[in-house]
């Protein structure tokens, strides 16, 4: 872990995240912790890294809770020249409000020093774990400029309270002190009842825990007038889409309207259909005029007629375009589409003009022109 600062503002979260994520997770793993977090309870640490932690009875780690004055002293942290320290290589140093010691206006002692810049080298004995230190504040401006030229990793947690949210908290990482840059990672977390009972949080001299009141409300997103109109509406307008949808791919849902014609085209379709099956089968229809049943009877399909006017004369073709040519009993020709008539062998055989059947040999031979007859452009269909 090297140095690490965790920062924020009162109340959001830093002490606690240090306590849960750091103290705790150290003890479980049998690590001595030197820190002068006020009220800290080692007999409710103990239960915790036994029953969330799962930590092994009797490899618990020890907790040594130190004054403000014990930090400030020459012989809180080891060196070549103090065995009879306070810290002792591989301890895990965690100092709250760290600020009163080693602040941006003040000076740092020798001794505080050289553990800043040599604490990686002193090792426990048998486990070769080094020493670790870990700071709180509220801001890393507070630091001084030579503690925060070796600083690892910040943190700064933050409560959501904009969002009306006191149970969750959200912790964003950094390399180094300067925050102003994109975080490395970002947590949200919901705080663990389990885990106050471990400390007591900005409690000052009277030993008990302070609570927080809010004093103005608006800070609250979610009681803000443009929420309570927007909710609302996003709802309604969510809902609507979803009915909508469903109604476009569902072919079982139909509007009223469509319902309506619906029902009312049944009854004139049944008609039309009882009647089709009375005429299919025969059966005995409505009176007559003279009161007698009338039998009703299956329609006969008409052939179409055959012309008495016009007959096939023969086809002419105008590059790639070819035109039918018929001919009237007074000898006048008209130029028809090839699409009007049927064809065989490549000319063409039967027609329908004007609702008549028209082949050679329809139409009135007797009353036709001897002479050739013209072809008038004007009479040409397309």
Not at 113 to 139: S, W, Y
Not at 171 to 197: C, H, L
Request: hydrophobic share 35%; proline share 5%; net charge positive.
């Amino acid at each position: 872990m090297a140095i690490s600062v965790y920062t924020g503002v009162m109340g959001s979260g830093k002490t606690y995240e240090v306590v849960g994520y750091v103290i705790a997770p150290a003890l479980a793993a049998g690590r001595r912790v030197v820190t002068n977090i006020a009220g800290f309870n080692y007999d409710e640490a103990y239960d915790f890294c036994i029953e969330k932690l799962k930590a092994k009875p009797g490899h618990v780690g020890e907790i040594v809770v130190v004054e403000d004055d014990d930090v400030q002293r020459p012989s809180f942290f080891p060196s070549d020249d103090n065995s009879n320290s306070i810290v002792r290589p591989g301890d895990l140093v965690v100092i709250d409000e760290c600020w009163r010691f080693w602040g941006a206006d003040g000076a740092i002692s020798e001794s505080s020093m050289e553990f800043f810049r040599k604490h990686r080298h002193l090792t426990h004995p048998d486990t070769g774990v080094a020493c670790d230190l870990v700071l709180i504040t509220q801001a890393v401006s507070d630091l001084h400029r030579k503690l925060k030229n070796v600083v690892e990793l910040s943190f700064r947690a933050k409560k959501a309270k904009s969002l009306g949210l006191n149970s969750i908290y959200v912790v964003e990482m950094w390399e180094g002190t300067n925050q102003r840059r994109k975080s490395a990672s970002a947590q949200t977390r919901r705080y663990d009842p389990a885990i106050f009972p471990l400390y007591k949080s900005y409690s000052g001299a009277t030993d008990a825990a302070g609570k927080e009141v809010a004093v103005d409300k608006r800070h609250n997103v979610l009681k803000s007038w443009k929420f309570v109109l927007g909710a609302p509406a996003l709802v309604l307008l969510g809902i609507y889409s979803v009915w909508g949808v469903v109604s476009f791919f569902d072919p079982k849902t139909t509007t009223k309207d469509q319902a309506a014609e619906r029902d009312q085209a049944t009854p004139s379709r049944a008609k039309d259909l009882s009647s089709a099956e009375g005429v299919k089968s025969g059966r005995v229809g409505p009176s007559g005029t003279d009161g007698q049943p009338i039998q009703s009877q299956t329609p006969v399909r008409q052939t179409p007629t055959m012309s008495t006017e016009w007959r096939l004369s023969g086809f002419v073709s105008f590059g790639q375009r070819r035109v039918v040519l018929i001919i009237n009993n007074a000898g006048r020709v008209r130029a028809v589409s090839p699409s009007m008539f049927s064809f065989s062998d490549g000319r063409p055989v039967t027609g329908t003009i004007d609702g008549q059947t028209v082949t050679e040999w329809t139409g009135s031979l007797a009353s036709a022109t001897s002479q050739p007859p013209l072809i008038s452009m004007g009479e040409m269909t397309p």
